[in-house]
């Protein structure tokens, strides 16, 4: 039999060599998986210590201004000292719960704080004021009475604008069950549900049981409320009333589905 021809031994000898891998010559040391986990934890590690210097060793982030925002009332000055910011301070090191605990505890004015770190070097202070939405006259002062009903401040002059409330509660069943709180409460209530003119309007809220509210206005107006219940309806039927009876001196909106006008 005869062997192959030196044509076909030439087709095999192609077929070889282009089965192989080329040779690119001797291979390089390899890196084992335990090594590469060295290096990659040494790596962190070195990164987390610089971290670290900067922002505790370093100068680059140190509290060096404070910015307030929000006072009408309080001023910048005052609060930023009460505040008692740690200027030079890391600025990741201040603890800024513990300043806005200082400044509600200590200005009662404040209803609202936050403070915030302004990288990279500055702390800002966003305060919000209460709001007087009644006076309690004492003692030839005024003391200041928020939406809430919380007292916070007493001034020697009244705010323009806000009505005196004459809390003057008549002994009563009402009294020994609500309390004079309570019908502070109800006085707040009654000035949050007063159309926007009325309220405008309003120079003092009389009460004298929980169900016995009314308003002083300007021009000898009057307007007997009763309670503090059903406040959006009433408001509705006050302005209604006033627009129909404009020169009317009294308008009673005890009970919304049967109001009435007088003095006109």
Known sequence: MAGPTTAQRGASGRADTSA???HLGPE???????ALLVLIGAAAALLTAFAV???YGSSWFRVEKVTTSGVEVLTREEVEAVAA????????????DAMERRLRQKMPRIDRV??????????????TERKPVLL????????????????FATVGRAPKGVPLLELKPEPSASLRRFGGDRLLREAVRVTGDLP????????????????????????????????GEDGAAKALILSALMKAEPKAGQFDVTA???PAVSGS
């Open 20 to 22: 192989r891998p080329p």
């Open 114 to 127: 936050d403070v915030v770190r302004s990288w990279p070097n500055g702390i800002g202070l966003k305060v």
């Open 136 to 151: 309690v006259e004492k003692g030839g002062k005024f003391v200041e009475v928020d939406a809430k009903g919380v007292r």
């Open 196 to 227: 926007a003119a009325v309220a405008k309007d309003t120079e003092v809220v009389r009460v004298t049981s929980f169900d016995a509210i009314s308003l002083l206005l300007t021009r000898d107006r009057e307007v007997i409320w009763g309670s």
């Open 53 to 55: 210097w900067a922002l």
């Open 85 to 96: 910011t740690p200027v030079g301070a890391p600025l990741v090191s201040v603890d800024t």
């Open 28 to 34: 390089g040391p390899r890196i084992s998986r335990r």
């Open 256 to 258: 919304p589905t049967a």
